[in-house]
């Protein structure tokens, strides 16, 4: 046996090495040990420290506190008004207590109405992964279970009647599992789509035309602002999740964390550079330039409203796409 030979036949024995990885916390140790056949990373020496749960519950009781104490001052507030109107007039003083009623009444059933919506969007999330659980490992329980909850959720929807009724013949006819879940996707989604798709391209083409004739930049800020959120409460309509108030702030927490962690500057300005073209872009002047860029970011925040608020990923339907908005935009322009 030769030499050459020899050397490839003999056995790798296990070797160890000390790396440094920089990170954003600064440089931190990992060990990886690499044997013949395969290399094995070890967990980081420096794990991150968990917050520690001493500190979130007196910053609940702090806040619960403020709340409290506050709730009350606004109660004695309007109590000693009214007291006071009593000691005036008597008349004063019913007027004053009824109108407490009336206000108390109308904000118990604001109140009310905003659990609700907070529940629908809670109840959209959790749809989502059922649905995304069942698709992952479509058995024939997990999809039975997660058509069922799409069905009863959207139960009093009038436009999803037709949908609703194309799942419940196909469910008697087809028994594969995945194929049910593309049924209901294309029979309850498919409409809403194509109603998000228009609410988008409607709300970039407003504020691209606002935004590019408008003379004051308060204006362009404060007619996007405007827009975007009129378009979060309208998506959330269409898919059934009705935002206002509490709600429509928790579901603007959500998709702008979503555009924090995409990038929707740099995804919008990538997507218009590649549809309008580099020529056609320096040719624009700053002022319409500037109103398809804001009609683009509009774009980009229906789009993330839209994945915060369909209760079903983009799986048998096609998602909908921001250089299709963009042509939109810019051909109207």
């Not at 507030?77 to 019913?94: E, F, I, N, R, T």
């Not at 999330?125 to 959720?153: W, Y």
């Not at 995945?178 to 209901?184: D, G, N, V």
């Not at 959500?254 to 218009?272: E, S, W």
């Amino acid at each position: 046996m030769t030499g050459e030979a020899k050397h490839k036949s003999a056995p790798r024995g296990p070797e160890v090495f000390d790396l440094q990885e920089a990170t954003g916390d600064g440089a931190r140790k990992v060990t990886i040990r690499e044997e013949a056949d395969f290399t094995e990373a070890l967990v980081p020496e420096s794990a991150p420290a968990a917050p520690e749960p001493c500190a979130s519950w007196l910053n609940r009781a702090f806040w619960g506190a403020v709340s409290l104490l506050v709730s009350l001052f606004l109660v004695d507030a309007v109590w000693s008004l009214v007291l006071s109107l009593g000691q005036k007039s008597p008349l004063a003083g019913q007027l004053g207590l009824a109108l407490v009623t009336i206000i108390t009444l109308i904000a118990l059933f604001w109140l009310g109405r905003e659990f609700r919506a907070i529940l629908r969007l809670r109840a959209v999330r959790q749809l989502r992964e059922q649905c995304r659980a069942a698709a992952d490992k479509p058995t024939e329980g997990n999809v039975r279970h997660a058509v069922s909850a799409i069905m009863a959720f959207y139960d009093n929807d009038a436009g999803s009647a037709a949908g609703r009724a194309e799942i419940e013949r196909s469910n008697a006819e087809i028994h594969d599992p995945p194929t049910r879940l593309a049924i209901a996707e294309r029979a309850l989604m498919r409409p809403k789509d194509d109603a998000a798709r228009r609410a988008v391209a409607a709300a970039a083409q407003r504020v691209s035309v606002v935004t590019a004739v408008s003379p004051r930049a308060i204006v362009d800020v404060l007619f996007v602002l405007a827009q975007s959120i009129a378009l979060i409460r309208a998506l959330s309509a269409i898919y059934g999740g009705r935002a206002s108030g509490f709600a429509l702030l928790a579901l603007t927490r959500r998709i702008a964390g979503h555009l924090a962690i995409t990038g929707g500057m740099a995804a919008a300005d990538q997507v218009m550079g590649q549809v309008m073209g580099a020529g056609l872009a320096a040719r624009l002047s700053a002022k319409l330039g500037e109103g398809i860029l804001n009609g683009v970011l509009t774009a980009r925040v229906g789009l993330a409203a839209i994945e915060a608020t369909r209760p079903m990923d983009f799986r048998a339907e096609e998602p909908i796409i921001l250089s299709e908005v963009v042509k939109s935009v810019v051909t109207q322009e």
